[in-house]
């Protein structure tokens, strides 16, 4: 008889999340498809790259400055907020794609953030960190004091490398846990996906949470169509005290 998903978990020691943009949409950001308004006109394919940067690097700030508006006003929502209450039952660490800083917000502890963050910054010149820092001319990307560099977003743009270190963290705890979430990705985006996959080859157990099947659907042991927000909160197990 299969074991129910609760049970899985509770006898579960490292649990992995892994995330994407989907469990972000509930709190009001949005992924790149559905963006509208200001934006239409632009594609983010084509303004998240090291070249759209050289070759106009105030748009591409301001296109982060958008983004950065969206996200401040944003709040975590009850999914960010439940994986928190995961570390009760099992080491817990989110390995996200997203770059919004929301499960740090949160309050989870151990987040491996392969794209980046939208509130880091370095020089594009000398490497120099501005991170958490807010700017207050949102139209110019500024320039670093110690080089006169621009600044840009640390963020994986498309054609860059994953920070090696994170990314091979990543997939040393995809490789050593016993139940791996997969929530609100379309699982397109490599070698991000090689995450869930890693995991499955050693033995976890693939639990999926989206509004439609994904590429990453054929390796799921548990399928839950719904929102993340909705589903999370009961599959929780309840606490024994
Ligand atoms: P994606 O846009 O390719 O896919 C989003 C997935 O989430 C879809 O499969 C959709 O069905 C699902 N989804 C939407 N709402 C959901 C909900 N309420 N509950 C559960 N599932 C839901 O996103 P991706 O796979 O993360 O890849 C896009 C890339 O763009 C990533 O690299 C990501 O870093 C970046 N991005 C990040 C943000 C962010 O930081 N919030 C926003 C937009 C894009």
């Known amino acids: 008889m299969q074991k129910s998903i609760q049970n ?8 992995v999340f892994f995330t994407g943009a989907g469990i972000s949409a509930e709190s009001g950001i949005p992924t790149f498809r559905g ?12 303004l998240a790259t090291p070249k759209a940067f050289k070759e106009n690097p105030n ?8 983004r950065r508006e969206i996200i401040r006003k944003a709040e975590p929502n009850i999914a960010h907020k439940t994986i928190v209450k995961f570390e009760e039952f099992a080491k817990t660490y989110v390995i996200t794609q997203n770059v919004d800083n929301l499960h740090n917000r949160a309050g989870s502890k151990n987040i491996l953030e392969l794209h980046g963050n939208i509130e ?15 700017f207050e001319d949102k139209l110019k990307a500024p320039i670093c004091e110690d080089c006169k560099g621009f600044i840009r977003p640390d ?3 498309f054609g860059e490398m994953l920070p090696q270190g994170i990314y091979r963290n990543a997939i040393y705890h995809a490789e050593n846990c016993d139940v791996c979430f997969v929530i609100g990705t379309s699982g397109l985006v490599f070698p991000a996906a090689n ?6 080859k050693h033995n976890a157990t693939i639990v999926e949470i ?3 099947s994904t590429n990453l659907s054929e390796i799921s042991d548990f399928f839950f169509l719904g929102k993340a927000s909705e589903i ?3 599959i929780l197990p309840q606490m024994v005290n």
């Open 8 to 15: 899985i978990i509770q006898e579960a020691k490292k649990i």
């Open 232 to 234: 999370l909160p009961k």
């Open 210 to 212: 989206n509004l439609e």
């Open 195 to 200: 995450i869930p996959i890693s995991a499955k």
């Open 155 to 157: 963020i994986v743009w």
């Open 120 to 134: 880091k910054n370095f020089c594009s010149v000398c490497g120099k960190r501005y991170d958490f820092i807010v």
């Open 35 to 46: 963006e509208n308004g200001l934006w239409k006109n632009y594609n983010p394919m084509e």
């Open 59 to 66: 748009l591409v700030w301001q296109w982060y400055e958008f």
